[in-house]
């Protein structure tokens, strides 16, 4: 049985009525349209794609160019678990996007232009890569962005005496409101009843496994307030760009039939950890895990291969471009500060969660061998920056960039004058010094194409630009009386 039978099969199995067609924008929003599953039993979506309105979508087509087709990938359809009532009874399922009468791919569409382009390049030289993304986010009562909140939680002196911190909105969640607090930066693996989002991430679990994708484990992480993390086994390059939105759809979709909000923005706390998207990696000679791991060296005392460290070469040389991508909100720069978890500055090592680069060390055997990369968080485009990671770990493996010894030390315990003499750079501080660095990558503009990069960059600078002009009432509170 063919792809387009099987979905036609599970389509009338399911008595599905609606189609939600998705893709992405380049900044990364998810898009759906609803299309009645008629037309993909008895109607020519197959052969001819649907048309849709390009300019509407950012970063895609002007308006004089606006015709655009959105061609289905019928591997990925997948019935929505949590729709029942017969009228509403639907499946999603993503595309492609083409241009006009649909004879060439976009060069604006991330899953197809860029995310599928490297994994067949990948293919064609008989290998394959496989990414483990760690995704966290924050589940919520509700949230007032009018209601500003003074409490001694958040002074940066930790709360001693009558040092108050500034003002910040403070989220609604029972883990800050009831008897069972759970302190900033102690949220880390919290059990029950501390831990109120044990029953949500159950009930998420089983739906993504419905959804075909397969939860490893899921626990509460650092932060309070509801922060979680669920983790899925590792995909190849397309296949786990759409299990992250699979992931953040159904994260979305079942807080909001308790009456709860998931949020993926990256840093919704003020002075607690904020939410990462730490993407473990590996090349594999043939399909993964059934041919040989390029990664391992079992002869080396850290199982890593030359190429494996070659490979981290290149993510620290293309880090601060890559940055941009990977980190791409305003907001994601205030996850990237010391002290917090998260990595600023540029070195690897094993073990150790300071570095940007880590190698882990759990299971000492060929296909455990990985590169974990720290610097991404969930507002990226899984499909850019995956996709840019591995371009800029292949390009250290071609042009052979010895990333040096590991660092084994704690980075934020370093000195300035030590980090100068190991050589241990800076990510970026601001989405504007990131982009500066975008616009100056080489590998970067190839992995986007000129289109993408273009768009991205005006998309992102204008999102620079309106953060500039915001009065924030911190602000008022640091200077009103100056």
Request: proline content about 7%; hydrophobic content about 40%; some cysteine.
């Amino acid at each position: 049985m063919d792809e387009f039978e099987r979905v036609k099969s599970v389509l009338k199995e399911n008595n599905v009525m609606q189609v939600l067609c998705a893709f992405t924008d380049v900044r990364g929003y998810l898009q759906t349209f609803s299309i009645p599953a008629r037309e993909f039993l008895d109607g020519d979506a197959f052969e001819t794609g649907i048309g849709f309105d390009g300019s509407s979508v950012r970063g895609f087509r002007t308006i004089e160019k606006s015709d655009m087709i959105w061609m289905p990938d019928a591997s990925t359809l997948k019935v929505i678990p949590w729709t029942d009532d017969p009228i509403q009874k639907s499946a999603i399922m993503f595309g492609n996007v083409y241009e006009a009468w649909g004879n060439e791919i976009a060069d604006c569409d991330p899953r197809g232009y860029v995310a599928k382009r490297y994994e067949d390049m990948l293919k064609a030289e008989g290998m394959s890569a496989i990414f483990g993304p760690e995704i966290e986010f924050f589940v919520f009562e509700g949230v007032d962005f009018t209601r500003l909140s003074w409490d001694m939680w958040v002074s940066p002196n930790g709360g001693a005496g009558d040092s108050w911190g500034p003002p910040r909105v403070m989220p609604i969640s029972p883990e800050v409101e009831s008897g069972y607090t759970i302190r900033p930066k102690e949220g880390y693996f919290r059990p029950p009843p501390e831990d109120t989002t044990v029953e949500y991430r159950n009930e998420l679990s089983y739906y993504l496994e419905k959804l075909g994708v397969e939860v490893e484990y899921h626990h509460h992480e650092v932060a309070t307030a509801g922060q979680v993390e669920l983790n899925f086994k590792p995909k190849q390059l397309v296949e786990v760009g759409d299990a992250f939105y699979l992931y953040k759809f159904a994260a979305k979709n079942v807080a909001a039939m308790h009456g709860l909000y998931a949020t993926f923005m990256p840093k919704p706390l003020y002075l607690d950890n904020a939410s990462g998207m730490h993407t473990h990696q590996s090349l594999w000679k043939g399909e993964p895990f059934s041919g040989d791991a390029i990664f391992a060296d079992p002869d080396d005392e850290y199982m890593l291969s030359q190429k494996a460290r070659y490979y981290i070469g290149g993510l620290l040389e293309h880090a601060k471009a890559l940055t941009a991508l990977c980190a791409p909100t305003v907001n994601s720069y205030k996850r990237l500060v010391p002290g917090f978890e998260a990595p600023i500055y540029i070195c690897w090592s094993l073990r150790n969660r300071s570095a940007l680069v880590r190698v882990p060390m759990y299971v000492k055997k060929p296909s455990a061998i990985r590169v974990e990369y720290r610097g991404v968080d969930p507002s990226c485009n899984p499909y850019l920056a995956i996709t840019a990671q591995l371009a800029a770990g292949l390009d250290g493996i071609k042009k052979k960039i010895d990333p040096g010894d590991p660092l084994l030390e704690d980075v934020y315990e370093l000195t300035p004058a030590q980090k100068r003499e190991l050589g241990v750079g800076e990510l970026p501080t601001t989405l504007r010094d990131a982009i500066d660095h975008l616009a100056s990558d080489e590998v970067m503009h190839e992995v986007l194409g000129s289109h993408i990069l273009d768009a991205f960059m005006e998309l992102k600078i204008d999102e620079w630009n309106q953060y500039c002009l915001y009065i924030t009432p911190w602000e008022f509170m640091k200077y009103f009386d100056v």
